[in-house]
């Protein structure tokens, strides 16, 4: 049986192990990217500016993750981790519920790793917590990705437990310009600061 592949992230994600899905042919992706607003973060998107040029070639595997991922994996055809922490989502975006719910079923097949989520997708989130029996694992961190530049969220959304902002102006909460993430980690513990900040280039 065919299983999602993770991948080795580089440059501030350097050491991070990654389950990517291709962002490219993500229709949420697509409408964000070419919303035209200068205030959403997705007009700059790192992955789908990537995906098209220096990381083409990630295409392939991405979009087999991709076709996987949308459907839904018997958690034994999930794979086994031997890590710490994993990332879910260096690349893409949740497409649907079955989507959310087989990285939920990926974290609680592996107990020993803490797997964090970032996605903007609440609507998706929502959903799956009203489905009857669900629970989120422990070990899965939500990270709530705020698409909007310049407009700090200090309240954690439902269900989340940790949300993600961007700012091109210094802010005295900035507690993520400049660092790996191997190295800090915030993003992959339940510990330590859960509004976190990071000053993005400014767009010309």
Same mark, same amino acid.
């Given at each position: ?21 291709? =962002? ?5 992706? &697509?409408?964000?990217?070419?919303? &035209? ?15 098209? &040029? ?11 993750? =991709? ?46 790793? =803490? ?50 902002? =961007? ?24 510990? &330590? ?12």
């Amino acid at each position: 049986m065919d299983t999602i592949e993770p991948s080795v992230m580089t440059g501030k994600m350097t050491g991070i192990t990654s389950f990517n899905t291709n =962002t490219v042919s993500n229709e949420f992706c &697509g409408k964000m990217f070419n919303s &035209g607003k200068s205030d959403v973060i997705c007009t700059e998107c790192y992955s789908m500016k990537m995906l098209k &040029g220096s990381r083409k070639n990630c295409v392939p595997k991405f979009q087999r993750n =991709t076709d996987l991922m949308q459907h839904h994996i018997h958690p034994d055809d999930l794979p086994v981790l031997n890590l710490a922490w994993c990332r879910g989502h260096g690349h893409g975006e949740l497409i649907n519920y079955k989507h959310f719910l087989n990285f939920s079923n990926l974290a609680k097949k592996n107990p020993q790793t =803490t797997l964090t989520l970032f996605t903007k997708r609440r609507d998706i989130v929502n959903w799956v917590f009203k489905l009857k029996g669900y629970k989120k694992p422990k070990n899965l961190i939500l990270v709530y990705s705020n698409p909007i530049i310049n407009k700090v969220i200090n309240e954690i959304p439902k269900h989340f437990d940790k949300v993600f902002n =961007t700012v091109t102006e210094e802010n005295a909460q900035d507690n993520c310009t400049g660092k790996k993430c191997i190295d800090c980690l915030n993003c992959y513990k339940h510990s &330590g600061a859960q509004v976190l900040i990071e000053k993005v280039k400014k767009r010309s």
